[in-house]
């Protein structure tokens, strides 16, 4: 993780504009690589890039809620960028929920919970075994 203890320092010394773009090149990188694996289906990349990513926009949300606070704010341009980032990141959000969504319907039809006993069964009638606690004589 030398690469993001670079980011760190650069961030550290650079200007207010300067810094932000660091900040926000550090999540456009892992984004776009989170994206790829995605579409290619490499589980081991998304892990990695998710990661990175997380740790990315930790960052940058740290900075720009400091820059928000100054005289000079967020520049539009780089205001617009991070808002791209972020509508980015809810799609990979929204596609990986869909994913597993559909993983999770595959897999009840591969591997069906067995009924609990005592509840209805077909038609509405109990699926119990009908037995009489009464005695004949």
Known sequence: MAGTALYAETLTQARPPEALEAALQAVERPLGALGTALRDGDSGGVERHAADLHRALALAIHRFTRASQQPEGVPP???????????????????????AASLDRELAILMPTPPVAGLYG???????????????A
Request: aromatic share 0%.
């Open 77 to 99: 341009a780089l205001r617009q960028r991070l808002a791209r980032a972020a509508g980015q990141v809810e799609a990979q959000r929204e596609c990986l929920a869909r994913a």
């Open 122 to 136: 077909v038609g509405g009638h109990s699926a119990r075994a009908t037995t009489s606690a009464s005695a004949q």
